[in-house]
């Protein structure tokens, strides 16, 4: 159907589409048109007069249509661009090529320049946002425009884009002079445009940046104890960015912080959110303090003239309704004069606001978009407030930067994404640097390192950026127990706990007899932190200390710090409000009370290890257990674990879980002795042997949820997310009998974890559990985090593993020379993938080696790494003493003609090779030439994979005559080379002689659809 028909058959859902529409679609459309001449200016006045969106888009309908098929095409292009494409799902809408550029520059000699601004309106009229103040003062001074209308264009009712039309419309209608005027003026400005900023304005950027530089001159989580300076131990963080628009499916690569709003990753082109997302403590809070001081510090992000953040946690706390410039100023930085000026310069000038706002997982309540709220001066309640600016409602055009822990990012909300980046906390540089600046004796940061660095399960945890804080702080205690000690979660917050202790009591006592001399105060915090946890509450008001008998001693302990206000005017209220440390060490709190505490029984036990329920809105249940439960209230032992169990209902799930891996840690045999009460170690006992048929019987009942695997194909897993805290939970136990009869109903043959946030700390616990299984399984670690410090904790499961599979997961050449080391004694493991990581040829020795010494090794998955060609000649040697091997895959290195020689030197009297892909791998004539010649003497390979190289039609002379002496293989992948129909014909002249080949692969060449006919019926096996 041509783009007139398509556009007649449709009519009804287009119409509906852009009369459902916003009118700044439906003018950006018409922008479009009148520059590509698809609308005279009669026709745009009459399609754009003022009534009911439909009817006027029936109008343009109608216009469009009576102009022929390429009118159509080009508004159906139009159409594409300026519509969300999920409104545009249900249409069919061709392929269609858009108009040629003639000229970039906007001004172009043979045309007016009124013609000129219209050729480029849709350019002109971004170009001009947030600079119409500027254009109307010039126009009115030069005498083009009066001053009514100058305020008539600038009313606040119309959007910065519609000013800029109403502009453009009235310079078209004064003449070719005004339109000169402007013409020049925007030729003056090249580059995105920031407005001079008058007096009043730069006064209050200088107040802003000077706060936000204050504000973020401390770590937030541990200002309190210590004065730890962000710019003295801030290092960069992994961050991550998915882009799932490349050709090569999802891949992963890594950015500054300074790029976060580049083009990289866009998911979602119409909006306007950032998402950063980070597991507790990766670094989320403190990569935006970072942010907020490179502004401030003008090092970065000077497109905006002022940034706006916030707590959601402190968001919380504003109950009553506020508007938009109540929220700016009162909640982040009052102006000292002017306020009404400095509120229209940020509407007036949205592309220059940046908003943050940190831990939206902490908010109260889940992100929905059922109230929309587009006014900025009408009061709401602050979420909603948030909720629109996050959808563009309000303050459209303005940048939005947000972090969140990955369990509060909803469907709804994705929608309103731009791109989501992961917090993946330190490289192993990263802690070495880390430790490095916090301690500034050089000596002692060698040995922290030495010691850290030789014993994996530590190192795994430094990983997350408070676990090395923490590490650091702790690491005299640590070192005692010598290097062979395995570190738990639970371990390294007991010694935070004993840290603070020693320090408080100044004692020379140790562990086990400060615990004791501190008993009450501890049951007071950790009463405080599962209240706090189950009712969703982080911050706490001196009453609510009171209420759960938080004396000033216990306060001056150090686990709980003042809550730093955001605002400048909160701080006028003189409230002094708490919060922990950070929020794991809440949830370390709460799961002390949970083992401690006489009260705390089976029930409650049991509703935070049950696997996740489809529940009502978490916020729902919360805000109903906090209506309904006061903070505190006296009740029998009973109504107590009742409420317990009722209120963990309450608590986010993700918090829930570190509770539950802290339970796990402290009725363990390890800590089961804390307090040294014999009463106590009793009901712990009891506790312990509950929590273990727990876990046992999630995961075992998780096992018995597999499907049985279908015909004739083996039993996979796809683990639930629950699997992996419950893996960590068994590490935290330290029980190997738990872990052995955990897995020992499992049998997979395939057990698959990718995209389960999986990074050393997981791998730690994973090896711990899987290390008892009886068979050997596939391991699937795709797309996780596992890095190279991953892969060493994984290396005690190795064994049972007969294949791994660890595609993107930011692993080096020497993760991979640990892993082959260990590989080289695991008879198991025949099949290794490290697609798409940063291997280069340093590590290819490892898997020569790995090739010659295992002779029941199968596939090797090299893809989308950066090997060269002399990389491809050490591993040839390898597969030349190798004949076990049957899949090798190489695509996307650069392996060139060299490579390729020796790959195919090295198959010539291989036996076993079935697969070989050398896809995108820069080969050319001479690589060619040899890959055809091994093609005559090997008599085993099945399908060779060479799409995007350089192959020529002479090339495919000599693949002629490998096929011809060929009787093995069965697929030949040739598409997106350089081969004509001449070097075609070579292959289906030999294809005569040859009944092995199923087909011939060579889509994407450069072939008419003609030729394409012709030869696809003389020889069917060849495919396009
Ligand atoms: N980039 C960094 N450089 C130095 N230290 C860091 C960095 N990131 C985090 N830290 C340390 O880790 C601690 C916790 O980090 P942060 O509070 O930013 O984590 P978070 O991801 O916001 O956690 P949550 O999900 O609980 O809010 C900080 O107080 C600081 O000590
Ligand atoms: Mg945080």
């Keep these: 159907m041509c783009a007139d028909q398509l556009i007649k058959a449709q009519r009804d859902q287009l119409i509906a589409i852009l009369g459902r529409g916003s009118v700044e679609n439906f003018e950006s459309i018409l922008d479009h048109l009148l520059a590509w001449d698809l609308l005279n200016w009669e026709e745009y006045e009459y399609v754009k007069s003022p009534r009911l969106l439909s009817s006027s888009s029936r109008n343009l309908l109608d216009i469009v249509a009576c102009k022929g098929t390429r009118a159509c095409e080009l508004f159906i292009l139009v159409l594409e661009d300026v519509i969300h494409s999920s409104l545009l799902t249900n249409l069919i809408l061709g392929n269609y090529k858009p108009p040629e550029k003639t000229d970039e520059s906007s001004a172009s000699p043979s ?15 971004r170009k001009l946002h947030g600079r119409i103040a500027a254009v109307l003062e010039l126009l009115h001074r030069c005498g083009h425009f009066s001053k009514y209308e100058c305020v008539e264009i600038h009313l606040p009712i119309y959007t910065p884009s519609q000013q800029a039309r109403k502009l453009l419309d009235l310079t078209k209608a004064k003449g070719d002079d005004t339109a000169q005027v402007l013409l020049d003026y925007i030729d003056s400005e090249s580059g995105p445009i920031k407005s001079v900023l008058g007096n009043v304005c730069l006064k209050y950027q200088e107040k802003l940046s000077s706060t936000l530089a204050a504000q973020s001159r401390f770590l937030t989580n541990y200002a309190g104890t210590e004065n730890m300076c962000l710019e003295d131990v801030y290092v960069d963080c992994i961050l991550e960015i998915s882009n799932t628009t490349g050709t090569n499916g999802c891949l992963r690569r890594l950015i500054g912080l300074e790029d976060i709003f580049g083009p990289d990753g866009i998911l979602n082109k119409d909006a306007e959110t950032v998402l950063i997302t980070g597991e507790a403590g990766s670094g989320k809070s403190t990569s935006l303090q970072q942010m907020q001081q490179l502004w401030a510090a003008k090092q970065a992000f000077q497109d905006f003239t002022f940034v706006f953040v916030f707590s959601c946690r402190r968001l919380n706390f504003i109950d009553k309704h506020i508007s938009l410039e109540m929220l700016l100023f009162e909640h982040c930085c009052w102006p000292d004069h002017h306020q009404d000026e400095v509120f229209q310069y940020i509407l007036d000038h949205p592309e220059e606001i940046m908003f943050m706002f940190d831990g939206f997982d902490e908010l109260k309540f889940q992100f929905t978009d059922e109230e929309r709220h587009c006014s900025p001066t009408k009061p709401t309640i602050a979420l909603n407030l948030i909720f629109n600016l996050l959808q563009g409602n309000l303050m459209k055009n303005t940048k939005k930067v947000m972090t969140s822990r990955p369990s509060a990012v909803t ?32 000596s002692s940061a060698e040995r922290i390192l030495y010691f850290v660095e030789a014993n994996p399960a530590l190192h795994g945890l430094c990983h997350v950026p408070f676990f090395c804080w923490i590490v650091s702080k702790c690491h005299e205690q640590l070192m005692q127990n010598g290097s062979d000690f395995t570190p738990t979660m639970t371990d390294v917050y007991l010694l935070i706990l004993e840290h603070f202790l020693l320090h408080f009591t100044h004692s020379s006592q140790g562990m086990n007899e400060v615990l004791p001399s501190q008993v009450g105060a501890i049951l007071h915090l950790s009463k405080l932190a599962l209240d706090g946890l189950t009712s969703c509450c982080y911050i706490f008001s001196a009453v609510q200390l009171q209420e759960a008998e938080v004396s000033e001693e216990d306060i001056s302990l150090g686990f709980l710090v003042h809550s730093h206000s955001a605002s400048h005017a909160s701080s006028v209220v003189n409230n002094r409000n708490y919060e922990f440390l950070h929020i794991t060490v809440q949830c370390f709190f709460a799961a002390l009370y949970i083992t401690l505490d006489d009260d705390v029984g089976q029930s409650t036990l049991y509703s935070l290890f049950k696997p996740r329920q489809k529940k009502t809105s978490s916020f729902m249940m919360s805000a109903t257990c906090i209506e309904g439960c006061p903070f505190y209230c006296h009740q029998s032992p009973e109504q107590h674990e009742n409420r317990s169990e009722t209120m963990l209902q309450g608590a986010k799930r ?109 791998c730690t616990a994973l090896a711990y559990v899987l290390k008892h299984l009886k068979n050997p399984v596939g391991l699937q670690l795709d797309y996780n985090s596992v890095g190279d410090v991953g892969i060493e904790q994984l290396l005690p499961c190795l064994n049972v593993c007969h294949s791994i599979y660890l595609r993107a997961n930011n692993i080096s050449d020497q993760g991979v020379s640990k892993l082959v080391d260990r590989a080289l004694g695991c008879c198991n493991l025949q099949k290794i993938a490290l697609f798409h990581n940063n291997l280069t040829d340093a590590c290819i020795q490892n898997f020569a080696k790995l090739l010659i010494h295992n002779d029941n090794f199968l596939a090797l998955r090299l893809g989308n790494n950066h090997l060269t060609g002399a990389g491809a000649e050490v591993l040839a040697e390898g597969l030349k003493q190798n004949n076990s091997i049957q899949y090798l895959g190489l695509w996307g290195n650069k392996i060139g003609d060299a490579g390729a020689c020796a790959i195919a030197a090295a198959l010539e009297d291989n036996t076993s090779m079935l697969w070989l892909s050398l896809v995108g791998n820069d080969i050319g004539s001479r690589g060619a030439r040899a890959l055809a010649a091994m093609l005559k003497k090997n008599t085993v390979l099945e399908e060779l994979c060479l799409q995007e190289n350089s192959l020529v039609d002479e090339d495919m002379l000599h693949f002629a005559e490998g096929l011809q002496n060929n009787s093995s293989l069965k697929v030949l992948k040739l598409a997106n080379n350089k081969i004509s129909r001449k070097g075609m014909e070579f292959i289906a002249t030999a294809l005569k002689h040859n009944i092995t080949i199923a087909s011939v692969c060579l889509g994407g060449n450069h072939v008419t659809a003609e030729e394409i006919q012709k030869m696809t019926r003389a020889e069917r096996r060849l495919t396009f």
């Design 111 to 125: 045309l007016l320049a009124s013609q000129t601004l219209q050729k480029h309106r849709p350019d002109v009229v």
């Design 411 to 442: 469907a709804i909300l994705r929608k309103y994404l731009q791109k989501e980046m992961t917090l993946k906390g330190f490289s192993p540089e990263g802690i070495e640097m880390f430790i490095r600046k916090c301690h500034s004796n050089s």
């Design 654 to 762: 993700s918090n829930l879980q570190i509770t539950a891996s802290f339970v796990s840690g402290l009725l363990s045999g390890r800590h089961r002795n804390l307090m040294g009460k014999s009463s106590l170690i009793q009901k712990q006992s009891k506790k312990y042997k509950l929590v273990k048929k727990y876990l046992e019987k999630s995961i075992q009942k998780h096992f018995l949820s597999i499907p049985p695997a279908v015909g004739g194909e083996k039993k996979s897993m796809h683990a639930l997310p629950e699997f992996v805290w419950w893996i960590k939970c068994i590490y935290e136990m330290q029980d190997s009998d738990l872990a052995k009869q955990a897995v020992s109903k499992l049998e997979v043959d395939h057990l698959k974890l990718t995209y389960c946030g999986i990074g050393p700390v997981e």
